[in-house]
């Protein structure tokens, strides 16, 4: 074979990973509007206002028959939602892994989520047990999705391209987000110009989120490829085996597994301020949707160049040190929160603004730290590990926040019990011996880490 035949296939098989690559971006462009715009910012605060008005004269509603207080069933909606997916995702990624046919699991996920998405568009008058179903079922689908969108990240790109390809597809979805809130603004604010109410003008920026995931997910469906392997016994088995097995290897990696708990925890922080912060604003605040959207916007923007920032901070004073001094800034921020003065929009502008600029560096940073801590040819199971503690293991977090605000009737207090995740975390990561795990990984030592 020629030397310019051997060129021609390595440009061609580079053409074709950068096509999948662009395709793969799409995913997170396509469902990330679902985090902002429905999660984030509309569905808590309609959703616990459709509660209120099915409740009793006490201020209950009864689920099942189970006496919960109106505004906290968001909160426990988004706990079922996430408990769920714990027991979902790990058929769906052992399936996947079974029997390479990750595409069609992919496409039912996203359209489901898609479709129960845009079925919030009938959630209106007292329907609050159908916005909970469709909440936690989208929740779900958006979870299980998300476990197989990863899991071709592998496949599309080689080692040295890796956190590039990872990037770029986490500024699509901030991205995306941004532009749909933006649009969302138009028939909210000029609700009245189109001659909706303002409930239904939220109800058509529910609907439109599910539109965009649904059209958006084509993209990545045509361009990714499966990855045939041959399949054998039951995959949901093989699933929870699979886990467990790993879950028992990490016992022989301590400091490995000790990391894991302390990203589980303070994460499950985190997870539940992005889900419950619009909710806070609009109930105990006293503010507008349209400053929610604009606080959520500020959010996105700033989530982008604090990543960058912390990801400078990293390389000067390493990422465990970066991390547990953001740690610090999301309890002082939660504390802040705390004393925020109801109907004041700056303030809690000024409270987005922390938000955002710890966002994303926490969550990347952890990512990255974690990918030194995992030894060679198991990355696979122990990045699976690392899925279900960030995306099946944030219930803790909701419930207590729920909990709090059913036994106190404070959202106030509600919001500060959620400092206890990030005081926690921040104890036991910083226990954690992190150029030891490195070395009991097999792996070479950074000289900043």
């Excluded at 997870?271 to 604003?281: E, L, M």
């Excluded at 419930?399 to 959620?418: C, E, N, V």
Aim: proline share 4%.
């Amino acid at each position: 074979m020629s030397t310019d035949t051997v060129r021609a296939g390595a440009a061609d098989e580079a053409a074709e990973r950068r096509r999948e690559q662009r395709g793969w971006y799409f995913y997170d462009w396509a469902c990330s509007v679902y985090s902002t715009s429905v999660l984030t910012v509309f569905l808590g605060p309609y959703l616990t206002a459709v509660a209120k008005h099915a409740a009793d004269a006490d201020g209950f509603v009864h689920p099942l028959g189970v006496p919960v207080r109106a505004g906290s069933f968001f909160a426990y909606a988004v706990s079922a939602s996430v408990i769920l997916s714990i027991v979902v995702m790990p058929m769906a990624g052992a399936a996947a892994d079974r029997t390479g046919r990750k595409k069609p699991l992919l496409a039912a996920a996203a359209y489901l989520g898609a479709a129960a998405t845009t079925g919030m568009f009938f959630l209106d008058g007292d329907r609050y047990l159908l916005g909970g179903l469709l909440l936690i079922v989208a929740n779900a689908s958006l979870a299980v999705s998300m476990v197989l969108y990863n899991s071709y990240l592998p496949q599309i790109a080689p080692p040295e391209e890796r956190d590039a390809v990872s990037s770029r597809g986490w500024a699509f979805g901030y991205a995306a987000g941004s532009v749909v809130l933006v649009a969302n603004l138009v028939p909210f604010t000029a609700h009245d110009s189109f001659g909706v109410s303002e409930s239904t003008a939220v109800r058509i920026c529910l609907a439109s989120a599910g539109v965009w995931w649904g059209a958006f997910t084509l993209v990545p469906l045509k361009r990714l490829r499966d990855r045939h392997t041959p399949s054998a016994g039951r995959a949901s088995a093989h699933g929870w085996r699979q886990l467990a097995a790993t879950v028992r290897d990490m016992r022989r990696q301590p400091l490995t597994l000790s990391f894991l708990l302390a990203y589980l925890i303070y994460n499950d922080g985190i997870q539940t301020v992005i889900s419950q912060a619009s909710v806070y604003g609009s109930e105990e605040l006293g503010l507008s949707q349209s400053t929610l959207i604009t606080a959520v916007l500020l959010v996105q923007v700033l989530a982008v160049g604090g990543a960058l920032g912390m990801g400078r901070l990293a390389r000067t004073y390493g990422a465990k040190r970066t991390i547990l001094g953001s740690l610090v800034a999301w309890t002082l921020t939660l504390a802040a929160g705390y004393f925020l003065p109801a109907g004041a929009p700056v303030w809690f502008f000024v409270l987005a603004a922390g938000i955002g600029l710890v966002l994303g560096g926490s969550q990347a940073l952890s990512r990255s730290l974690f990918s030194h801590l995992v030894p060679s040819g198991k990355e696979a199971e122990y990045f699976s590990a690392y899925e279900m503690s960030d995306r099946g293991m944030s219930w803790l977090g909701p419930l207590l926040f729920g909990l709090t605000y059913q036994l106190t009737g404070s959202y106030r207090d509600a919001i500060i019990s959620l400092v206890v995740f990030f005081v926690i975390g921040f104890v036991l990561l910083a226990r954690v011996q992190v150029r030891q795990a490195i070395r009991d990984a097999g792996n070479p030592v950074p000289e900043m880490v």
